[in-house]
């Protein structure tokens, strides 16, 4: 059989063009996040402008019901997506690996018990869980919602984390590695990380888009960050209510949102490339 | 034995072990319980982490001790965490859910009357994405070197980046704000008595849910499609003389459609439960506003309710999805029955 990818790719020569896309639009919105720590165009708390002004050279975006500029909330935005992003892909994957790697390790049994609960757990939708987790913390905040996503990733992270060190640990270089004395840690250290890395680091870059999109769906439902946090799911909440007067506001918050998840999305297909030097050969 | 690449990466527990078909059907059914099992334990947790007690409801400003004690009581919660957990378990099991903090009315009728909007919008957005996605997955693996093989796959892409809420935000843009069709929210106040404006109310949310299902679709679709035309046993059928299209349809279709079942049941469940966001767009009754205003009122008994029948549903999709793709799939059988190798 030929060794064709089973998961969905694009033609091999696209996918430096991939990875390089993948890496401006990401690139642009850390650029975009650090530069709203010291500089915004306007005061993202206050009115510059009249209500609901259409785009122009000096709003380029224009401006909301409260006459405060869009440009200046979106890029704001872009810092709070940035931040859950990375924040549960952080949780999920501290979380997610030692779970993944200590179910790895397990008794049969064991192993059994938490391959099924995983499973269950991850046909629990993400969106559930973290209604429920903000739901159940006092007040809805930045934190609980980041708290939620990073719990619901680390479910996943962990079942891909068990299969591919399971994966590993058969290998004769484990037996080797045992063999010549080196612990059970350091079998992990040497051996099972470095090997299952390039593929986690992709599933991560995934699942950071995922939980963006799920970010801005909680802040949409107004289970999200509180005001004065601008967050892009809010944004286009508030402007869905305008959206007869001033269509612009429901659309250029969602651009930005698109354009972050496919750049991560891309970054993971170049990723996948650059990571696996087993694929590079096949080619 | 070189195994055919047929199935995607779906985890599937009982893959390695050979019980009979009768056997398979209880194991997979007593998975099903336990799942219920794990479900109503996660869900009793969660709900005792949810601040206040939920006696709390019951009450006015000032009530004294006597109130509340009274008030707990009839709720339950000044029983013992355990005997609680069986009392809830007891009533799941029954179908009791209670009823609601805030009208008083039983849950489960509440929940009944919220599924009219819940289910049909679901089921259409899922008959609409599968009508979208089967010809566009199969054209866009046959066709992959033209543009509209590329096109429909680039499309696609987009699909799996595009929150829902959005896309039924622009399409209200479009066709409620700038072509006047469609109504860009509400639902008739008398229901499925008016058929035609309940199928006008659901016009747009429906094509919301069925495209961005379409867009996750379409690339299951031309996964699979791509394994079937690379398969030895496509080839084999054209090497003893079937045309291309015959080919295909007696021996891809069903071979192409064993893991797209398993997807379909998890896309199918998905949108269920994604019907909250689109409901809030919409302003749609369904079962996704009554969890958001259960849960904005802390009324309990509804949050409980909805979310223990919503798990029920996305465990019997599930369930329903396994048995079926070992109707379509005879080597799940013959495996199941021990008779192949």
Redesign the interface.
Known sequence: ??A?D???D?PARKHSLALSIGLALVGLNVAVALLTLFWTPYDPLNASGGRLEAPSLLHWVGTDRLGRDYLTQIMIGARTALIVGTGAVAIGATIGVTLGILAAFATRLLD?VM???L??LI???T??LA???V????SASLWSAILALGLAISAIVA?LTRILAKRVLRQDYIVASRTSGTSWPGVVLRHVLPNIWPTLSVNFALQF?LAV?AE??LS????GAPPPNASW?RL?QE??GT??TA?VG??AP?IA??AL??GM?LLADGLRDVGDPTRGRSR | M?K??LR??V?H?SDERKPAILAYILRRFA?LI??LL??AV?LFV?LR???GDPANALLSVGADQQQIEAAREQVGSNLPLHEQFLRFVGSLARFDLGTSFVSGKPVIEEIATRLTVTVPLALLGFVLAVIIAVPLGILSAVKAHRWYG?AI?TVS??G???????VG??L??VFA?NLRLFP?GGYPRRGWQNEGQVLYALALPVLTIGLVMAASLI??I??AT??VL?S?YLRTARALGASFPEALIRHGIRNGAVPIVSILG?EL??TL??A??VE??FALPGLGSM??LA?EQRDYPN?QGV?FI??LL??LI?FAADLAQRVIDPRLRERATGAAT
């Open positions: 059989m030929s064709q089973l998961s969905i694009r059994d391959a099924a609960t499973d269950i046909a629990f939708p969106l559930l209604m429920l987790v739901a159940a913390s006092d079942r888009g999109i801005a769906s949409y439902l107004g289970l799911g286009l402007a869905q959206v007869y269509p429901a659309i969602g949102l698109v998840v496919i999305n | 070189q055919p690449a995607l990466q985890s527990p998975i336990l799942s794990i479900a996660v969660l982490l949810l601040p590329a796959s892409q987009l799996i980046a595009i929150p829902v809420f959005w935000i622009l209200v843009t704000v860009s690339r299951y031309r996964s791509q394994d690379g030895d998890i469940a998905t439960l994604g909250v966001v809030r767009v969890l958001l849960i949050v979310l919503s798990t996305v465990l599930g």
